[in-house]
């Protein structure tokens, strides 16, 4: 029985190390890009940017994205984040 709960514990304490919010660690602004490829209105560092080849985003110029200058990508207290204009 102490191994099976010890073994709840290990694979429990690697599933939460793995869901750690690592995607939007940054030092500079050029860590962080878009984190969708059409209309986005969030952020994440350059090692989980989506592959956007072969994606058509419409040209709208969607209100409360980072859409046509609308916002900038920044890292601040080195998390990237989305200032939305």
């Known amino acids: 029985m102490k191994k099976i709960w010890l ?6 304490t690697l599933f939460l190390i793995s869901c750690t919010p690592v995607q939007k660690e940054c030092e500079i602004d050029g860590d962080c890009v878009q984190a969708t490829c059409c ?3 969030d952020v994440v560092n350059t ?3 989506p592959n956007c080849n072969g994606i058509i985003c419409t040209m709208e110029c969607k209100p409360g994205t980072l ?3 609308q916002g900038e990508v920044r890292c601040i207290d080195n998390k990237c984040k989305a200032i939305l204009g």
């Open 67 to 69: 859409d046509c200058g």
């Open 39 to 41: 209309h986005p209105t």
């Open 7 to 12: 073994m709840i514990c290990i694979i429990s």
């Open 47 to 49: 090692e989980n940017a």
